[in-house]
């Protein structure tokens, strides 16, 4: 009997879990980062001191939660619906994702301490989002494969990722983009566009950065790629021939106040490891 009882206690504790990491995917699906964090518990506890830093920390509790629910895979989930709400953080309709925050601000001409301080953002997400992208919870693949042939043709203009890790670019010139920016057009992305910038107000573009983990096989971000496949749909992206309007710059959170994005993405592997502690 007491046997029996364990294992109903395990099932029950079980069941409760599934649940928790159900209603958390809904909040993270409708763009509610904060909540599927306080939703996983430990999470939120983590996501408590980060609520006031902006969009760089949004973005790092998001690849936490999105990591935390890979439990989901195989239990009515595929790797799509994991992946894709992680990409919206970056990229989407309403012109809040982290790259969009980034065109928005890029757009007011910023000296070149700003620019440099963007140029920066930008590698430093794309190499957070390869990591995610490239995590071994994710086995099939091909919605890794789709999202870094979306987002990195906008970051560096590079395509041509496929699974499995490490993804490569096998195509540069992916888009151009850059109108209305001072750095202007390119199909060198978002990287290429800054570095244009700051070269034309005399200074000088910061050195590659080479990403931890799983992305440290990249080269870092010298590409760029973004490919829109049918068999994943995507929620929107940024316009290839210009950025968002001026007119659309209205109030923009400032990036990682406080924090740089490593010290964010670490904070993300610290919301999945408390995470998984539960289970």
């Known amino acids: 009997m007491a046997y029996l009882g364990q294992d109903t206690e395990l ?18 699906t409708n763009g509610d980062v904060l909540g ?9 506890m983590v996501q408590a001191g980060l609520i ?29 619906d994991i992946i894709v709400p992680v990409q919206n953080q970056l990229i989407n309709p309403q012109g809040t994702g982290q790259l969009d925050q980034i065109t928005q601000m890029l757009v007011r001409n910023p000296n070149v301490q700003g ?35 979306t987002i990195f043709p906008y970051i560096n203009g590079t395509c041509g990722y ?37 070269l034309r107000q005399g200074g000088t573009v910061p050195p590659p950065l080479l990403t931890q983990g799983y992305g440290s096989t990249v080269p870092s971000l010298q590409y760029a790629s973004s490919q829109n496949y049918p068999y994943i749909v995507q929620s929107g992206t940024i316009p290839a021939n210009a950025p ?19 010290t964010l993405a670490l904070l993300g592997g610290a919301v999945f490891l408390l995470s998984r502690k539960r289970s």
């Open 115 to 149: 620019l440099s301080a963007l140029y920066d953002q930008v590698q430093r997400i794309g190499g957070a989002f390869m990591d995610f992208l490239e995590d071994p919870s994710f086995q099939d693949g091909r919605a890794s494969e789709q999202a870094a042939n």
């Open 36 to 44: 599927a964090a306080s939703t996983l518990g430990p999470v939120g």
């Open 11 to 28: 099932n029950a504790e079980s069941q409760f879990e599934t649940q928790q990491l159900e209603a958390a995917f809904q909040q993270l």
């Open 244 to 262: 968002l309007s001026p007119l659309r710059a209205r109030s923009v959170p400032v990036i990682a106040a406080g924090l740089d994005l490593p």
């Open 162 to 198: 496929h699974w499995p890790p490490p993804m490569k670019p096998t195509q540069g010139d992916c888009v151009r983009w850059g109108d209305g920016t001072p750095g202007g057009v390119g199909t060198d992305g978002m990287l290429g566009a800054i570095a244009r910038a700051i």
């Open 52 to 80: 006031s830093t902006g969009a760089g920390a949004v973005l790092a509790a998001a690849i936490g939660v999105g990591l935390a629910l890979t439990k989901l895979i195989g239990r009515g989930r595929t790797e799509a």
